[in-house]
């Protein structure tokens, strides 16, 4: 996950970095930093943001010559 997707996964669920922070077990500072590129966060901290943002609803799509991207995930009712 790259620090773009991070903000795009974020936006399309109307979260907070807040409630990221909250959901992945970091302080509000792990994931400014990350996301603005201010330093390198741990492989776990990339982990468990990525994983509290796809159980919230998204899903990373990985560079295939299109580009990397994300989306909300198909939900069935």
Not at 21 to 33: E, N, Q
Not at 55 to 62: L, M, N, P, S
């Amino acid at each position: 996950m790259t620090p773009a997707q991070c903000r795009a996964a974020r936006a399309l669920l109307g979260m907070t970095q807040t409630e990221l922070a909250d959901a992945a077990g970091f302080g509000l500072s792990t994931i400014v930093d990350f996301e603005k590129e201010r330093r390198v966060v741990s492989t776990t901290a990339r982990a468990r943001m990525l994983d509290a943002l796809e159980d919230a609803g998204v899903e990373f799509i990985a560079e295939n010559g299109g580009g990397a991207g994300v989306r909300l995930r198909h939900r069935r009712d």
